[in-house]
């Protein structure tokens, strides 16, 4: 039984940890999607990358995959007749010339964001806060089972 009551103890504090790092993440992108509500979106042009990491092996299950360079992207983009400059971010399969979607800050043309969807915030917020309830009904679940183990009398079998 005690294997039973560690179990449960564990879980609850993993699910709650998982959940509240989930839900901070969750915040953090939700401030930054809400940061970038008022940027306008423009088309950039990728003008060159910079290697950030080599192509290489990696090992897994006994298998080699090969995994590929990846490059820090920079953009041009312009607004009201004046071009600017930006790194976009660590990817691999972006080559120089091709267009990508940006937005800026209207009041600072050289803060830039990337378009994404509104709702991936708020998955990262719903699974957290699945996780930080299922880790409170673990612990509570856990407790209630210790005090019950508490509350029986023992019974001494080995004096029949």
Known sequence: MPKIVFNKSITGVVFIVAGVILVVFGFLFLRQAEDQRYYKETQAVVTRLELFEDEHYETSAGRNTLVEATYTVFVKYTVDGKEYEAEYGIYSEYKAGDKVKILYNQENPQETG???????????????????????????????????????????????
């Open 114 to 160: 990337q378009p994404s969807s509104r709702v991936f915030p708020f998955i990262f917020l719903g699974v957290g806060c699945v996780l930080v309830i299922a880790g409170v009904i673990c612990l509570i679940s856990w407790v209630k089972s210790g005090r019950k183990e508490e509350e029986k009398p023992e019974y001494n079998f080995d004096r029949f």
